[in-house]
């Protein structure tokens, strides 16, 4: 198939990378594109505009229209004002590269360019969570066919072992590079596997809880109780092997009993913990969201958000985007020194208590990048708005 370039990217193989505008004379354009993953229900449409402003005197915007196949689109101006067209140029072709990184093909074009490959696949797809309230939590307590676990926060990823090969996929099934130290470690494992847990980014810590194949055996249509066994065998060590790897590789604590479930909760709540994961116990593992064997219980609620801005103190400026796709201020969240600053355009996942309906997020903590969440799905319908004080209550949170 013969490639065509895309102005202002150059094409090497199967590598683009950002360069100079290749056209003299300023033009509109546009690149329709698609993220269709069938495993985990995704299909998402992308347009990208370079357009010139209402007064074309006044310079060239670009704007994104995003959304589900088939619906509607959500529309977002990624030039808050008109800029000059090579500024805009830049804008498009950075917001092209972006698009193609997620996962995004081009699905019509308009002097535009046919594109490097999607990432490619690793062929392991979660099972993802329904959110419940704690108004819900007493029947998973009370009933006895579902188990709870301790929820981390962390990043979710999938290992596949194969001799001294592992291949590490993040939530979307696509293939990563992975934390270096876990990857190591889990290489010098005896037996074959593909689990999935959370990575600690901090800690370098990797807490499994879930198991889908062991050497050679698919376990998906076995029983979650099974499998979650077979995974605590899998990765059980004594205490020198367990010193030795710094106590890096762990499963989630799980409690079955009623008691045990309230004890649970009552840890985690009293450490600042993320929340429960309740799994029936004899559900089989479905890849996707459209089912109801696993739910999350938060404590504490997270969002993602874009990063719009640097701060001179440690901190960066968040913005989401509402209902018609227009950017709204979030507030900024501080960076641990510890941490390293994540740049302007990139999503990072934030931990609050709540959010005023004016937008600021109340008591952010910032708990990493995301590079498996697009900037368009970082939308203020996900927020968890403050309710307003009760009789008897202090008018304002935290009085």
Known sequence: MTRRQEPGLHVAGDIMNEGPPMTDTPAPRSTSMRCCEPATNTDKDY??????????????????????HGK?????LKTKKPVPFEKAEQVFNKEFVARL??????EGESNTATVAPPKESCGVFGQLLNPISEDEVEFYMTDPGWIAEEKHDGERNSFTKKGDTVV?????GQVIPGNAQVVAELARHGRDFVIEGEVLPVTNQFIAFDLLELDGRDMRGEPHGIRAAELRQLIALDDVTAKALGHRISYARAAVHEMAKWALLSEVRAKGGEGLVFKRANALHVAGKNHKDQVKLKLWADCSCVVSGINEKS??????????????DVGNVTIPQNRACPEVGDVVDVQYLYAYR??????????????????????????????????????????
């Open 358 to 399: 004016q937008g600021s997020l109340f008591q952010p903590v910032f708990r990493g990048v995301r590079t498996d969440v697009a900037r368009e799905e970082c939308t203020t319908s996900t927020l968890k708005y403050y309710a307003g004080p009760k009789a008897g209550e202090n008018p304002a949170p935290g009085a």
């Open 101 to 106: 990184s997620k996962g995004y093909v081009v």
């Open 72 to 76: 509607n689109l959500n529309q977002s």
């Open 47 to 68: 347009i990208i505009k370079l357009v010139q402003a209402p007064n074309p005197e006044e310079g060239w915007l670009v704007e994104c229209w995003y959304g589900r």
């Open 168 to 172: 590490v996929g993040n939530r979307r």
């Open 315 to 328: 901190s960066v400026r968040l913005e989401m985007y509402d209902d018609k796709g227009q950017p709204v």
